[in-house]
T-cell receptor, first 113, second 112 residues
Framework: AQSVTQLGSHVSVSEGALVLLRCNYS??????LFWYVQYPNQGLQLLLK??????LVKGINGFEAEFKKSETSFHLTKPSAHMSDAAEYFC???????????FGDGTTLTVKP | DVKVTQSSRYLVKRTGEKVFLECVQD?????MFWYRQDPGLGLRLIYF???????EKGDIPEGYSVSREKKERFSLILESASTNQTSMYLC???????????FGSGTRLTVV
């Protein structure tokens, strides 16, 4: 069984500030972990992924995430927020042998000018 | 780039109608998935398929069925639409687990 908890359904930051979106997971096997972004009225787009190689992974648009096994976390960060980062972000955990993902409830990021 | 196309962006159907949501991908992916997305609930898996004519139930299959007659097409069927099936429906495909999913743009279904 696997599950994902995203802490904070809404996060608001000022333009240029650090973005930190939190994700904790539960999995009975070593998981794959993903972050997706969804802009209004669109599907989800893959931001980055952890698949058991480097624990610090870099994605598109300047985002990165660090896999911490001891904390069962996979938090998403970006050093400096841009207005275009305003969107909803989803963390997902996958059992590699099953190939299907379980998603968190999502975090809506607002970026203030 | 892989493209996943969902045939309709918006649909309005009446209670009791049989509804077909179509999804087509153009990169020969074996794996296809249907999720529904509701505010505050994230994405919930309805059905998935690892191969032609193969289907597996996800977490919330009740009231839905699927069809995969060809590798590129995965259809979601609402046998008798109800108002609690009003939602955003997202189709996704993948070639291998480690690559994650490619999503379609979604179909926003309203059942009245």
């Amino acid at each position: 069984a696997q599950s994902v908890t995203q802490l904070g359904s809404h996060v608001s930051v000022s333009e240029g500030a650090l973005v930190l979106l939190r994700c904790n997971y539960s999995s009975s096997v070593p998981p794959y972990l993903f972050w997706y972004v969804q802009y209004p009225n669109q599907g989800l787009q893959l931001l980055l992924k952890y698949t058991s190689a480097a624990t610090l992974v870099k994605g598109i648009n300047g985002f990165e995430a660090e896999f911490k096994k001891s904390e069962t976390s996979f938090h998403l960060t970006k050093p400096s927020a841009h207005m275009s980062d305003a969107a909803e972000y989803f963390c997902a955990v996958m059992d590699p042998s099953a190939g299907k993902s379980t998603f968190g409830d999502g975090t809506t990021l607002t970026v203030k000018p | 780039d892989v493209k996943v196309t969902q045939s309709s962006r918006y649909l309005v159907k009446r209670t009791g109608e049989k509804v077909f949501l179509e999804c087509v991908q153009d990169m020969d992916h074996e794996n296809m998935f249907w999720y529904r997305q509701d505010p505050g609930l994230g994405l919930r898996l309805i059905y998935f398929s690892y191969d032609v004519k193969m289907k597996e139930k996800g977490d919330i299959p009740e009231g839905y069925s699927v069809s995969r007659e060809k590798k590129e097409r995965f259809s979601l069927i609402l046998e008798s639409a109800s108002t609690n099936q009003t939602s955003m429906y997202l189709c996704a495909s993948s070639v291998q687990a480690l690559y994650g999913y490619t999503f379609g743009s979604g179909t926003r279904l309203t059942v009245v």
